[in-house]
T-cell receptor, first 114, second 112 residues
Framework: EPEVTQTPSHQVTQMGQEVILRCVPISNHLYFYWYRQILGQKVEFLVSFYNNEISEKSEIFDDQFSVERPDGSNFTLKIRSTKLEDSAMYFC????????????FGQGTRLTVV | DAKTTQPTSMDCAEGRAANLPCNHSTISGNEYVYWYRQIHSQGPQYIIHGLKNNETNEMASLIITEDRKSSTLILPHATLRDTAVYYCIVRVATQAGTALIFGKGTTLSVSS
């Protein structure tokens, strides 16, 4: 069964460093999303991406965040200058074309900023 | 903020049906009801969704009231592996992949 793949599963970074989280969406999907979940809190929407541009973003997704689909298979989330409060699980999701389609989530990358 | 209201927690005995309620009294005509679950800190898992008709798949059944102001997710024979946080989400259906907005969900505990 096809699945969304995220790498790495766990990343530790120094405060102020840049990190790139990587995702390989399901191959025929056209919508891509990033979510995060701070430990013990709810899953929060960050950004959605369609047709090579951001289609929707939340207040959390400020100038330190960016997304890119550098080739036909990868979807990345870059955090330019990490802060302690960026420590969280980051989930990538993808969905296929159509009305009312569901999104499928990866298993997440645990980001720890020290 | 999420547009749904769910109980914080529920218990269910293994082998029995788990009925998880959700209120969405302000739902619009073009909004679907989606159910996801999250086991430990894994990625949310899609369960089922519907607009106004009842839906059933291999995982669960979704019962939506006629006025669409509430719904119930039914796990017909709960197992220990169904212990998870269950999220009821309303979402506008568009071509642009509208974001799923998660609330706090219902923590379902299945015990033997």
């Amino acid at each position: 069964e096809p699945e969304v793949t995220q790498t790495p599963s766990h990343q530790v970074t120094q405060m102020g460093q840049e990190v790139i989280l990587r995702c390989v969406p399901i191959s025929n999907h056209l919508y891509f999303y990033w979510y995060r979940q701070i430990l013990g809190q709810k899953v929060e929407f960050l950004v959605s991406f369609y047709n090579n541009e951001i289609s929707e973003k939340s207040e959390i997704f400020d100038d330190q965040f960016s997304v890119e689909r550098p080739d036909g298979s990868n979807f990345t989330l870059k955090i330019r200058s990490t802060k302690l409060e960026d420590s969280a699980m980051y989930f990538c999701a993808s969905g296929y074309l159509g009305v009312s389609t569901e999104a499928f989530f990866g298993q997440g990358t645990r980001l720890t900023v020290v | 903020d999420a547009k749904t209201t769910q109980p914080t927690s529920m218990d269910c005995a293994e082998g029995r049906a788990a009925n998880l309620p959700c209120n969405h009294s302000t739902i619009s005509g073009n909004e679907y009801v989606y159910w996801y679950r999250q086991i430990h800190s894994q990625g949310p898992q899609y369960i089922i969704h519907g607009l106004k008709n009842n839906e059933t798949n291999e995982m669960a059944s979704l019962i939506i009231t006629e006025d669409r102001k509430s719904s119930t997710l039914i796990l017909p024979h709960a197992t220990l592996r169904d212990t998870a946080v269950y999220y009821c989400i309303v979402r506008v259906a568009t071509q642009a992949g509208t974001a799923l907005i998660f609330g706090k969900g219902t923590t379902l505990s299945v015990s033997s």
